[in-house]
T-cell receptor, first 112, second 117 residues
Framework: KQEVTQIPAALSVPEGENLVLNCSFT??????LQWFRQDPGKGLTSLLL?????REQTSGRLNASLDKSSGRSTLYIAASQPGDSATYLC???????????FGQGTELSVKP | GAVVSQHPSWVICKSGTSVKIECRSL??????MFWYRQFPKQSLMLMAT?????????EQGVEKDKFLINHASLTLSTLTVTSAHPEDSSFYIC?????????????FGPGTRLTVL
């Protein structure tokens, strides 16, 4: 059974810092991995999607990497801003038609 | 990205009443939609998967007679919470999968906050 873990559960950093959020999964047989952002009381916004054959994806200040063999993904946020404060969730899909399995999320707070 | 809307964004109802939540894909056709439930400070729990024109597939432990799902068209799915009770109070989020687009990426609605008094 696939399990997804995110560490840390919460993180507080000063504005301007670069930071890394971690996601690990127990079964390396995945189809793809997605990173999401969730603001309080809101739905999920898709940030990056990495296919199993890919190593990383980049969008603006965000970079997500995937090491399928070790069951790990990281989300790197460069030059953090207070507007980046939110909960970040990673999720994996086993196959093309499969469901997303979510981690518990990392609650990020960027202090001005 | 693809846009998914939900209506209403919040609802308060009395115990014993039924509540319907709508989920729409605004600029794409979604052959598959998902319904999730989220408790405070917790991750999303998948309740059911629905494919257009067929019966929904419910996750273990989710009562299909309690949570009625209808996916009548490629742009609309509804979740009806029947005979709601306070323990049904939660944040309900729908998601749609974009068939034919890159890697079956999923997009999520803004969520519906249900409070049952």
């Amino acid at each position: 059974k696939q399990e997804v873990t995110q560490i840390p559960a919460a993180l507080s950093v000063p504005e301007g810092e670069n930071l890394v959020l971690n996601c690990s999964f127990t079964d390396s047989a995945i189809y793809n991995l997605q990173w999401f952002r969730q603001d309080p009381g809101k739905g999920l916004t898709s940030l990056l999607l990495i296919q199993s054959s890919q190593r990383e994806q980049t969008s603006g200040r965000l970079n997500a990497s995937l090491d399928k063999s070790s069951g790990r993904s990281t989300l790197y946020i460069a030059a953090s801003q207070p507007g980046d404060s939110a909960t970040y969730l990673c999720a994996v899909r086993r196959n093309q038609g499969g469901k997303l399995i979510f981690g518990q999320g990392t609650e990020l707070s960027v202090k001005p | 990205g693809a846009v998914v809307s939900q209506h209403p964004s919040w609802v308060i109802c009395k115990s014993g009443t039924s509540v319907k939540i709508e989920c729409r894909s605004l600029d794409f056709q979604a052959t598959t939609m998902f319904w999730y439930r989220q408790f405070p400070k917790q991750s999303l729990m998948l309740m059911a998967t629905s494919n257009e024109g067929s019966k929904a597939t419910y996750e273990q432990g989710v009562e299909k007679d309690k949570f009625l799902i209808n996916h009548a068209s490629l742009t609309l799915s509804t979740l009806t919470v029947t005979s709601a009770h306070p323990e049904d109070s939660s944040f309900y989020i729908c998601s749609a999968r974009v068939s034919g687009r890159t890697y079956n990426e999923q997009f999520f609605g803004p969520g519906t906050r249900l409070t049952v008094l």
